[in-house]
């Protein structure tokens, strides 16, 4: 998976973002400047089309523009909306057939050919959960900038650095 750190120098991925003539947008600082492309590009942006009308204008709440930017504007509330769906599998298939169809379709997966240098095929919230065991268990990995960063601060506030 594609990551960009900005505090590192790194440069984001070319297809993340584009400027306002449509040309990629690499410089995180930036980032201000673009617009963030959809992932997965026509079928992505219909997707999202289809959750923002979900969870925004059937809700009531804002869409496109009018969406607070709650990371600008830290003090206002946001008026965004959420989309939430529930369906009963009884409704289609005893639940016990459900988990072998699943089964079976994950095992599958895990067994797919593999490009060179994948060792491992991740379903959806196996990383997360993997790396939440490993921070519970080693603590959370702070870049040297950002520790350095919070250090002064400390500094300035007269008050004892990160141990």
């Not at 930036?30 to 219909?46: H, W």
């Not at 925004?56 to 709440?61: I, S």
């Not at 939430?84 to 095992?107: H, N, Q, T, Y």
Request: charge should be positive; include cysteine.
């Amino acid at each position: 998976m594609a990551k960009c750190d900005s505090k590192r120098g790194e440069a984001m991925p070319v297809g993340w973002m584009i400027d306002r003539e449509g040309k990629p947008l690499t410089d995180p600082k930036r980032a201000d400047e673009g617009y963030l492309r959809p992932i997965g590009d026509y079928k992505g942006y219909a997707l999202s089309l289809i959750i923002a009308l979900l969870a925004g204008a059937l809700n009531r709440a804002a869409v496109g523009r009018e969406v607070i930017d709650f990371v600008k504007e830290t003090g206002k509330a946001t008026n965004t909306g959420q989309a939430i769906r529930g369906l009963s599998i009884e409704a289609f298939m005893p639940p016990a057939e459900f988990k072998k169809v699943l089964d079976a379709f994950i095992r599958d997966i895990r067994h797919s050919e593999r490009l060179p240098g994948v060792e491992r095929i991740w379903l959806p919230g196996e990383q997360s959960h993997a790396k939440r065991l490993d921070r519970r268990a080693h603590g959370i990995p702070m870049p040297k900038a950002l520790r350095e960063s919070l250090d002064t601060v400390a500094g300035e506030l007269k008050i004892a650095p990160l141990v």
